[in-house]
């Protein structure tokens, strides 16, 4: 069976401070990866997709960034954190198919002081 | 992806059915209709999707209109554990799932 897994799982970090989350995906391969936020209280905005290594589309201009090394495994970086970027980051993977179901990860909870 | 309104929240009764409603009127032909939900501060659960029939699982049914411009969620006997918000979403194979405010279903005793 698939899984998929984030971490940290809780962030507290410091305005200006380097940020970087993980999320890998076990039981797949090739798989469409993403990173979404949520602000308290609010939707999720879809951020990165990845279709391949080292292949990701950026939907919202910002201080992040997103890497994908290895085929299962997707990164959630920043240089230097800004109180906007608090928030709830969820990974999520889905297969190549017809149907594009999503599996979420259990979540990142970070929050910038 | 075509975008869909929702309503911000609704209440239920529990043991009663849920009907929560999306409209989806620019989907095309080709685009699915996806239904996710999301329990207080954990990832979206997905529920159930479908293209033109009505579809059921052991979650849900999806009823899409024939013109398929609207659909409606069902969870036919809502229990407390169904308090989230949940997600209706239309579009087709697409790498880029985008998830709107959704509604906040809240059941309650």
């Known amino acids: 069976s698939q899984t998929i897994h984030q971490w940290p799982a809780t962030l507290v970090q410091p305005v200006g401070s380097p940020l970087s989350l993980e999320c890998t995906v076990e039981?797949?391969?090739?798989?469409?990866l993403y990173w979404y936020r949520q602000a308290a209280g609010r939707g999720l905005q879809l951020l990165f997709y990845?279709?391949?290594?080292?292949?990701i589309s950026s939907e919202v201009p910002q201080n992040l960034s997103a890497s994908r090394p290895q085929d299962r495994q997707f990164i959630l970086s920043s240089k230097k954190l800004l109180l906007s970027d608090s928030g709830f980051y969820l990974c999520?993977?889905?297969?190549?198919?017809?149907?594009?179901?999503?599996?979420f990860g259990a979540g990142s909870r970070l929050t910038v002081l | 992806d075509a975008k869909t309104t929702q309503p911000p929240s609704m209440d239920c009764a529990e043991g009663r059915a849920a009907n929560l409603p999306c409209n989806h009127s620019?989907?095309?032909?080709?685009?699915?209709v996806y239904w996710y939900r999301q329990i207080h501060s954990q990832g979206p659960q997905y529920i159930i999707h479908?293209?033109?029939n009505n579809e059921t699982n052991e979650m849900a049914s999806l009823i899409i209109t024939e013109d398929r411009k609207s659909s409606t969620l069902i969870l036919p006997h809502a229990t407390l554990r169904d308090t989230a918000v949940y997600y209706c979403?239309?579009?087709?194979?697409?790498?880029?799932?985008?998830f709107g405010a959704g509604t906040r279903l809240t059941v309650k005793p």
């Open positions: 999520a993977w889905s297969r190549w198919a017809s149907t594009n179901v999503l599996t």
């Open positions: 039981g797949t391969s090739n798989p469409n």
């Open positions: 620019t989907i095309s032909g080709n685009e699915y």
């Open positions: 990845s279709v391949g290594i080292g292949q």
């Open positions: 479908g293209l033109k």
């Open positions: 979403i239309a579009g087709y194979n697409n790498n880029d799932m985008r």
